[in-house]
C-alpha cells in the first residue's frame, strides 16, 4: 500500500465516523421512544463484539479492538451495556449494532416527518456505501 493509499483510507475511515455521528441523534430519537418498554432487548454480548470488517474500520482510526470472549456469556447482557444504554460512541461499535432495526423501532422512524425520514435514509446510504467503499467489496 502506498503512503498516499494510506491517508485516503483514513480520510475514508473519519468520514465514516462522521456519517455515523450524522445519522447517529435520529436513531436515538427513536430508540428512546421504543427501548424503554421492550420485552427482549436485543444487545445481548455476542452482538457487541467485533467481526473482521468492524476490525478494519476502527483500525484505521487506530482503535484496537480486539477483544475477549472468555468468561462472557454469549446470550448474556452485552458487556458495553450499562443503566442509561450502550456506553459506547455509535461510531466504535460493531456495525450490526447501528444496522439492526426491530419492527417497532423501523416502525417509529418510518412514522417521522417525512422529510426528516428521506434524509435519514439518504445519509444511511451514504454511511453504508462510504464503508463498502474502504472494505473493498459489496459488503454492509
Ligand atoms: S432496538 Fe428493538 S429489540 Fe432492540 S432494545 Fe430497542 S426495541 Fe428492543
Ligand atoms: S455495543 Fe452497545 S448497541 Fe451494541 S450490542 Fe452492545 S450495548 Fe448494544
Given at each position: 500500500?502506498?503512503?498516499?493509499?494510506?491517508?485516503d483510507r483514513v480520510d475514508l475511515a473519519l468520514q465514516i465516523k462522521e456519517s455515523?455521528?450524522?445519522?447517529s441523534p435520529f436513531i436515538e430519537k427513536h430508540t428512546s421512544i421504543v427501548c424503554p418498554d421492550c420485552k427482549k432487548v436485543c444487545c445481548a454480548?455476542?452482538?457487541?463484539r467485533y467481526d473482521s470488517d468492524d476490525m478494519l474500520f476502527l483500525k484505521e482510526l487506530g482503535v484496537d479492538c480486539e477483544q475477549q470472549t472468555e468468561g462472557f456469556d454469549e446470550e448474556g447482557s452485552c458487556r458495553f451495556m450499562f443503566?442509561?444504554?450502550?456506553s459506547l460512541d455509535r461510531w466504535i461499535r460493531p456495525f450490526r449494532c447501528t444496522f439492526f432495526f426491530c419492527d417497532d423501532l423501523l416502525k417509529s422512524i418510518e412514522n417521522d416527518n417525512a422529510k426528516l425520514y428521506r434524509a435519514f435514509i439518504d445519509?444511511?446510504?451514504h454511511l453504508v456505501s462510504l464503508r463498502q467503499e474502504l472494505l473493498g467489496s459489496d459488503r454492509v
Open positions: 500500500m502506498t503512503e498516499t493509499d494510506a491517508a455515523f455521528k450524522t445519522v454480548d455476542k452482538h457487541g443503566e442509561a444504554g450502550c445519509y444511511f446510504q
